[in-house]
């Protein structure tokens, strides 16, 4: 994991909470997927927040208008910041990465194997795209490693699935 040495290992997140006023109403299966995403996320991952020495910590997320809000707190709940990001730059991928779900959906009840993987492979492809922006809009404030800047991007789309 990046940045075990030093301690690192404190560099995670132990606890995360999704709130419940800025979420799109949830079908079963979208809240499965939230569910999961945070299973994952409080698995494994490497949050490293910028001018902290050492964690874990607890994230609060938000969207507040129309800006994502990571609330930062260390382990027990002593405040440490917030990080506010514009949802503008997230918009277009967020589309279309749910058309690409919705397309996937379909193609598993109708289409043959080698469409459905053709799909598959462009909407993980479109994840990992979101998961790119979303670690590069941290850069400078929060460190994350790849799987949980896909984690998160999983989550910042519980925001607007319906």
């Known amino acids: 994991m990046a940045g075990a040495e030093n301690g690192g290992e404190n560099f995670h997140i132990v606890k995360i909470d999704l709130d419940e006023r800025s979420l799109a109403p949830a079908t079963a299966d979208i809240e499965h997927e939230r ?26 997320l938000s969207n507040v208008e ?5 609330d930062v707190r260390r382990e027990g709940g002593e405040a440490l910041g917030q990080v506010h990001l514009s949802m503008t730059p997230f918009r277009k991928i967020i589309k279309d990465y749910f058309m690409l779900c919705e397309s996937y959906y379909d193609a598993i009840r109708n289409a043959a194997p080698a469409q459905i993987e053709t799909i598959d492979m462009a909407r993980r492809a479109m994840h990992n795209e979101g998961a790119e922006i979303l670690t590069d809009r941290l850069k400078d404030k929060i460190e994350v490693d790849a799987n949980t800047g896909r984690r998160l991007f999983t989550l910042i ?6």
Do not use: Q, W
């Open 66 to 70: 129309r800006r994502l809000v990571f």
């Open 35 to 60: 569910k999961v995403a945070i299973y994952d996320l409080l698995e494994e991952n490497y949050f490293r927040p910028e001018g902290v020495d050492n964690g874990p910590f607890e994230l609060y």
């Open 157 to 162: 789309c519980s925001f607007h699935m319906r």
